[in-house]
C-alpha cells in the first residue's frame, strides 16, 4: 500500500509490502508540508523529482508544491495513478508537454534500511559516479571506482551518487525482506540513481540515508546532459511510464 501527503509535493510517505514498511521517515529536518519553501528540504519518503534531480531547481520543482495525482508546472501537466496491493504496486504516469520537451525525471525514494542492506543489478553496468560536486566519473557496476556503492555499510562519512545507466531493474535486501523497482518507458533512457549517504552529508548535521532511484535519463542535472541523456516529449505531445515496486521475503 502506498499512502502520499498532497499537501507536501505528493511525497510518498508510505510503501509497505510484504508485511513491511520500505520508505525512511526522514531526519525530521522539517515539520509539516514543504509548499512555498525555495530551499529543498530532505523530509524522507519518496519525493517526485521532475524536471531535473540535482540542479535549477533542486530536486526539481514539485516538491514545493500541494498535489495528489495532477500537478502543473512550467507548461507541463503530469498525472500520477497508483495501483496498490499486498506485494506489489504500480504508478503510471502521463505527462502533457510541448513536443520536444527534455527533461528528468526520478522516483526519489529514501529507503528504510538497516547496517548490512545491499543493491544488486547486473554485473557490468555502466555506473556514473558522483563524487562530491563535480562531474560524473565513467565506472563500471558492481564496484565503481573502488568503492562498494552496492552495500549500505557502517557509518564513514562518505557520500556517493551514482546513475546506472540504461538500467530499469534493481533491487534491494535487507533484514529477509527484498524489494525489487522496474521502470518501464519505451523508447525513452530508462536508469536507476543511487545515493549512499553514510552520515556524510550535510557537513553540518550529517545522517544516514540510502536512495534507490528509478529515473528516465542518465545523469542527475538537466544542464549537463547529453543528447540522448533525458527523456523527449514526443509528437503526440504526452508520453507515459509506468514504475512497478514488487516485495518478497527471502
Do not use: K
Amino acid at each position: 500500500m502506498v499512502t502520499v501527503d498532497p499537501l507536501d509535493g505528493g511525497r510518498w510517505t508510505s510503501l509497505q509490502l510484504a508485511n513491511r514498511e520500505w520508505l525512511w521517515a526522514g531526519p525530521g529536518l522539517v515539520n509539516g508540508p514543504r509548499t512555498g519553501l525555495t530551499a529543498f528540504v530532505d523530509a524522507g519518503g519518496l519525493d517526485e523529482c521532475f524536471p531535473t534531480v540535482r540542479g535549477e531547481p533542486d530536486h526539481g520543482g514539485l516538491w514545493n508544491l500541494a498535489w495528489e495525482s495532477t500537478v502543473a508546472y512550467a507548461g507541463t501537466v503530469l498525472t500520477r495513478t497508483i495501483t496498490s496491493g499486498s506485494d506489489s504496486m504500480t504508478a503510471d504516469y502521463r505527462l502533457r508537454a510541448p513536443v520536444g520537451f527534455r527533461f528528468i525525471w526520478a522516483a526519489h525514494a529514501l529507503l528504510d534500511c538497516a547496517v548490512g542492506a545491499t543493491v544488486s543489478a547486473p554485473t557490468d553496468t555502466e555506473c556514473r559516479l558522483y563524487l562530491d560536486d563535480g562531474p560524473w566519473v565513467a565506472a563500471t557496476w558492481p564496484v565503481p571506482g573502488g568503492i562498494d556503492l552496492g552495500t549500505y555499510g557502517p557509518s564513514d562519512g562518505t557520500a556517493v551518487g551514482g546513475v546506472l545507466v540504461d538500467c530499469p531493474t534493481v533491487s534491494v535486501r535487507d533484514r529477509g525482506a527484498e524489494l525489487t523497482w522496474t521502470l518501464s518507458c519505451p523508447g525513452q533512457p530508462v536508469s536507476t540513481a543511487l545515493w549512499r549517504n553514510l552520515a556524510g552529508f550535510p557537513d553540518d548535521a550529517p545522517y544516514r540515508s540510502l536512495g534507490v532511484e528509478p529515473m528516465l535519463g542518465r545523469v542527475f542535472g538537466l544542464a549537463e546532459a547529453g543528447p540522448d541523456d533525458t527523456a523527449v516529449v514526443p509528437a503526440s505531445g504526452e508520453l507515459a511510464w509506468r514504475l512497478t515496486a514488487s516485495a518478497r521475503p527471502v
